[in-house]
């Protein structure tokens, strides 16, 4: 039994925080008498946040630049909120070299403030802030044109669940800039008393690295953006060659989702020798600056195979050249007869990427040794089998031996459906180099990683609760630097052994977790969406593969429209309006296949213009009016005039649905089993029976 980590969901507390959602520092600004009403709001011109994590302990640094593009000056009032226990360290803003003192306002007097704003500005993300201690500073006038430049820093206390942080940064400036920001930034480093282990952001799509043992870094970046989500980091630190971090998510009277991040920590010993099939593509449509990539690869690669490595070797266009006489020993005679093969090759004829990698197959068979198939290419089939599904089909059934395949794109125009696709089906990667990329260093990243995997021939097991609908479905093998990620749902709760079982330098291996499947956890509310991400993705390699069916597409239509999650199948996130879903027929197998690689390999499903996820709901703007995924046209609602008295009771005895009343003058929401309409017209008055029966949700 070893040491591991789990998070099974948080306490009160954490799970209110989860609910308010709340935006990043904004100017609310304050425009003269004689300004139009409603005055724009000021632009954010840029957003850089560095964050230094000391085991629980986070030091946030916030640097922000506020510009005036009115034709009148603008003064203000500069709002953060904190995150509960959170204390200023510093603050910095100068005006004429004097600087500006700021005050942290308790919840309930901040609560106030922003609904006042509220009432002034008539701006429904002001409701984000409900709840929250908050920063505020007095912004004096800033010119037309002229800029403030703010500078924040807070430390805050991260308390593990089950030896899992959550970090949480407030990024949503979707509504509190004027145009786009032209930078955004966020970049922490983790340090802890033993190494970092499972890093991971279900919001963003970020970088992690590990320079060395004793830290991690993460990053995010992005320009000409207008962030519309917060920033969620969960991290562990590592104990054990291979870490197992579970997190969870249930809903009340729903089977749960999980989670589980399988996170290998150094690598040990020698490098394991390994089989290699090296496929080259030498068709017209490689002439010129690709060929010359993949001959460099190939190069670099069988100048780069370890003692007691076998590989053989492979050009194609349409007939398949087998250069070597099957798998041979590394030797350096070998190898150099090899690279002398590489270097005659040249570009020209058609592409049989069906024939070639099927022939690669046949030189592999079951053993004990690592297995992998490079692939070098670009990807465009023209000659022998040329379907997508077919060609994937065939290859993976022909894959008897268990090979991993790798896929290197080279140029601009390839084929990434096919790719991806082949890669996926094969338990590999695909990488795509372009002209002015450093092939040797991708090249040189690659082959550390699968000179020595961590685990291969993996199996999962889970006992005590039932675990279903997991993707992948087939388990990767595990490298060193590399993190798995597997979520799926599971019926039943309680306490539950998760066995992890793999081979590592030949010898089988299994790690253990005693784990707690929750009934109720509502803190990790991203999870539904992203395991609805993966299986729409799933459910479209299907339609690739096997061909369309009412089945099939009635399946990712429901999940689509349950999640807010856009596929070639649902009109109104494909083509921005609010139609019916368009007929299977108008799609074709390339938009098909590239969404279902983009989708399975989802890590951060996020939102798109017209989706939005409130608190593990998700709501879907639907001819202007933000509306719960689950409301069906023509159900009954109870309106309520926005910003009425109605309004504001209802706000005051329910504080947890300001985030959704932060979505827009217009939503539709669920309160039990009810619906709630919040519009330009509607009751502007509840009266004590309504308000309790909406309190009984």
């Known amino acids: 039994m070893r040491g591991f980590r789990v998070f099974v969901g948080a306490c009160a507390a954490l799970l209110l925080s989860s609910f308010l959602a709340f935006s990043d520092g904004i100017i609310i600004p304050i425009p003269p008498p004689d300004a139009p009403p409603q005055a724009p709001w000021l632009t954010i011109v840029y957003h850089r946040v560095t964050v230094q994590i000391e085991g629980g302990v986070a030091i946030t640094h916030v640097d922000q630049e506020f510009r005036n593009d009115h034709p009148f000056p603008v003064e203000g009032t500069y709002v953060f909120p904190l995150p509960p226990g959170a204390v200023v360290q510093r603050f910095a803003l100068w005006v004429d070299g004097q600087p500006v003192e700021g005050e942290v306002l308790p919840a309930d007097q901040a609560r106030e403030l922003y609904l006042d704003y509220l009432r002034r500005h008539r701006d429904p993300a002001l409701l984000e802030y409900v709840g929250r201690d908050t920063f505020r500073a007095r912004v004096f006038p800033i010119p037309p044109g002229g800029t403030r430049r703010i500078e924040l820093e807070y430390a805050e206390l991260l308390a593990p669940e089950g030896g899992v942080y959550r970090y949480r940064y407030p990024l949503d400036t979707e509504r509190f800039s004027h145009l786009p920001l032209e930078e955004v930034r966020i970049e922490v480093e983790l340090r802890g008393p033993t190494p970092p282990g499972a890093v991971y952001s279900p919001s963003h799509r970020v970088t992690v690295l590990r320079p060395e043992p004793s830290r991690a870094t993460v990053e995010y970046s992005e320009a ?15 104990e054990e060659t291979v870490g197992l971090t579970l997190i969870t998510y249930a809903a009340e009277g729903e089977d749960g989702w999980f989670l589980l991040l399988v996170n290998p920590a150094l690598a040990r010993g020698a490098p394991i020798p390994k089989d290699i099939v090296l496929v080259i593509d030498k068709s017209g449509s ?16 069988l100048e780069h195979l370890g003692e007691g490595d076998r590989f053989g070797l492979i050009a194609f266009n349409e007939e398949v050249a087998r250069l070597t006489e099957g798998l041979v020993e590394a030797t350096p005679d070998r190898i150099s007869a090899a690279v002398a093969e590489v270097e005659e090759i040249y570009a020209d004829g058609w592409t049989n990427i069906h ?19 490079i692939f070098l290419t670009d990807g465009l089939p023209t000659a022998g089998e040329t379907d997508t599904g077919r060609i994937v089909q065939d290859v993976t059934a022909a894959n008897s031996a268990g090979a991993r395949l790798f896929v290197f794109g080279v140029g601009y125009d390839v084929d990434p459906q096919l790719l991806d696709l082949l890669a996926q089906g094969n338990r590999g990667t695909a990488s795509y180099v372009t ?29 005590g609760v039932t675990p279903y609908d997991h993707y992948p479905r087939e388990l990767p093998d595990l490298f060193y630097g590399e993190q798995l990620t597997l979520v799926g749902r599971y019926a039943g709760a309680g306490p539950a052994t998760i066995a992890l079982t793999g081979t590592r330098e030949g010898a089988e291996e299994t790690y253990v977790l005693e784990a707690e499947f929750p009934q109720l956890s509502e803190a990790a509310d991203f999870l539904p969406r ?24 009635q399946q990712i239509i429901q999940l689509a429209t349950r999640y807010g999650i856009a596929t070639p199948y649902t009109s109104f996130l494909v083509e921005e309006d609010a139609g019916a879903a368009l007929p299977p027929a108008y799609f074709s197998t390339v938009r098909l296949a590239r969404s279902a690689q983009k989708l ?31 409301y069906q046209e023509g159900t009954e609602t109870l309106d309520i005039q926005y910003l009425s008295e109605a309004y504001f009771q209802l706000l005051s005895e329910l504080p947890e649905i300001a985030p959704i009343l932060a979505l827009g003058e217009e939503v539709i929401f669920q309160l039990g089993d009810r619906f709630v309409r ?7 008055e509840l009266t004590p029976e309504q308000l309790a029966e909406l309190k009984g949700k």
């Open 600 to 630: 399975a390999a989802a890590e951060a499903p996020g939102e798109t213009g017209g989706v939005k996820e409130v608190g593990g709901r998700v709501f879907l703007l639907v001819d202007g009016v933000w509306q719960e995924s689950t």
């Open 678 to 684: 919040v519009g330009p017209v509607g009751l502007s």
């Open 530 to 553: 992203l395991w609805a991400a993966r299986k729409v993705g799933y459910l479209l390699k299907r339609v690739v593969m096997e061909g369309e069916s009412e089945e099939l597409v």
């Open 355 to 373: 024939g070639a990698l099927l022939a690669a197959m046949e030189w592999l068979s079951p053993s004990g040794r690592p297995k992998y198939v």
């Open 286 to 301: 490689m002439e010129g600056e690709k060929i010359e990539q993949a001959k460099a690869a190939a190069r670099y690669i």
């Open 224 to 238: 000409d953006v207008l962030p519309d989500r917060d920033f969620l980091l969960y991290y562990s630190f590592a």
């Open 435 to 463: 002209p002015q990329e450093d092939l040797e260093g991708v090249l040189t990243a690659f082959y550390a990683k699968i000179a020595q995997p961590a685990l291969t021939e993996l199996s999962l097991e889970i006992r």
